[in-house]
């Protein structure tokens, strides 16, 4: 049983690492465009900056419910009370998940405020 938890938690770190590579790979285009924009004078229509600052809320909704998840499959498996070796596992991959969210949550916040104050 111990293998296949951590086999488990294991496949969890690496759904965490590609969610978090694919948010932080939209979010830096984001700014790219920003910047093209920004340096050529192109005007933006409305509904354009409203697409645009629903994908960066999908993008930080996405990051939010992974994080949920992490930490409902945190509660399960420390209920199981397997071993102490796959207890510490499970802190590192929540200590992790949090980082993430918070991480991308702010580069976020930051994509939002450019968009917001200046388009």
Sequence with gaps: ?????IIFLTLITLFEVIIYKSAIKRLKSCVGCYKLIKSNNIKFKKDEKISIINLINKIVRTSSNSFLVSIAISIFILSLNINTTINLYLGLLFIFSILKY???????KYVYNCYTNQL
Excluded: G, L, P, S
């Design 1 to 5: 049983m111990q293998i296949t938890v």
């Design 102 to 108: 918070v991480k991308i949550r702010e580069y976020a």
